[in-house]
């Protein structure tokens, strides 16, 4: 069961551009992760959002969890093709600290 | 600069061979995990350990075994392996609860033929 559903799949843009992509689910997260795993390498995490409606930036990112922390947001602003990467998020149910549950992805292409 | 380091970034193997995944942390974190990562299906969990000796199942651990003898080693064993254990193996560690952050190794890609 896909309980963490991330959208678009897959999104080419130009160098410049802004994106935003969407991490959703029916169920309620305690805390939510974004990672982003570049080809050959392991994911690395940027961010966890922990309070409802929380905004974090890390430079031209910035990352929203929903009010009812069933959803978040990654904005990318001006994208480079650094950026280019698969971006995951993974969430973490209150009660359940064993297991992550992990979207399957954006992968993003940044075009210079 | 913490690391979490993988014995082969590629691997080859054939059907019925016995294959050791070794995992090897410098972090002195509790928390270890073996992923498996396929296109379309995301980053699965086989199994996690979250103290010597001791390891839990994870999301699809049929096929695959793991040890952990020291707190700086996971390895993970396929005790016979099948084609359909193709894919990309990440180890993951984290030293406080289990979902908090997780260092993530470089991966090993194992062919299985």
């Known amino acids: 069961t896909q309980l963490l559903e991330q959208s678009p799949q897959f999104l080419s843009i130009q160098e410049g551009e802004n994106l935003t992509v969407y991490c959703n689910s029916s169920s309620v997260f305690s805390s939510l992760q974004w990672y982003r795993q570049e080809p050959g390498e392991g994911p690395v995490l940027l961010v966890t959002?922990?309070?409802g409606g929380e905004v974090k930036k890390l430079k031209r990112l910035t990352f929203q969890f929903g009010d009812a922390r069933k959803d978040s947001s990654l904005h990318i602003t001006a994208a480079q093709p650094g950026d280019t990467g698969l971006y995951l998020c993974?969430?973490?149910?209150?009660?359940?600290?064993?297991?992550?549950?992990w979207g399957l992805g954006t992968s993003l292409a940044v075009n210079p | 600069d913490v690391k979490v380091t993988q014995s082969s970034r590629y691997l080859v193997k054939r059907t019925g061979e016995k294959v050791f995944l070794e995992c090897v942390q410098d972090?002195?974190?509790?928390?270890m995990f073996w992923y498996r990562q396929d296109p379309g299906l995301g980053l699965r969990l086989i199994y996690f350990?979250?103290?010597?000796?001791?390891?839990e199942k994870g999301d699809i651990p049929e096929g695959y075994s793991v040890s952990r003898e020291k707190k700086e080693r996971f390895s993970l064993i396929l005790e016979s392996a099948s084609t359909n254990q193709t894919s990309m193996y990440l180890c993951a560690s984290s030293g406080g609860p289990l979902r908090e952050k997780l260092f993530f190794g470089s991966g090993t890609q194992l062919s299985v033929l």
């Open positions: 972090m002195d974190h509790e928390n």
């Open positions: 993974a969430g973490a149910h209150a009660g359940n600290n064993r297991k992550l549950i």
């Open positions: 959002v922990v309070t």
């Open positions: 350990s979250y103290d010597v000796k001791m390891k």
